[in-house]
């Protein structure tokens, strides 16, 4: 199995910079695609930024400029850094992974949500 464990969330006065992490352990795995989504209170959860293996990078429109995702593969973290949060970037931030599980056999896929991490940003 895998698990996720994030962090770096918080409260922020808008034009303020938080730096989220997500730590990931388990079972022997190799991790594939990384990923954050948020969602906001009401909202449906929407992914704000994904990064491969390869290191390739996809955000969403409302957040290119602004944030960055990036990952250590050595120590299994994938991190967002926002800069310029608006108030409309409130929401609970999740982690997600598709990794490689070995561990018990035989290998499979699988796909694993952290538990989430709350950021607000105040006007």
């Known amino acids: 199995q895998v698990q996720l464990v994030e962090s770096g969330g918080g409260l922020v006065q808008a034009g303020g910079s938080l730096r989220l992490s997500c730590v990931a352990s388990g079972s022997p795995f190799r991790l594939n695609r990384m990923a954050w989504y948020r969602q906001a209170l009401g909202k449906q959860r929407e992914l704000v930024a994904g990064?491969?293996?390869?290191?390739?990078?996809n955000y969403a429109d409302s957040v290119k400029g602004r944030f960055t995702i990036s990952r250590e593969s050595a120590k299994n973290t994938v991190y967002l850094q926002m800069n310029s949060l608006k108030p409309e970037d409130t929401a609970v931030y999740f982690c997600f992974v598709e990794a490689m599980s070995y561990s018990p056999p035989p290998p499979r896929d699988l796909e694993v949500w952290g538990q989430g991490t709350l950021v607000t940003v105040s006007s």
């Open positions: 990064i491969t293996s390869a290191g390739s990078t």
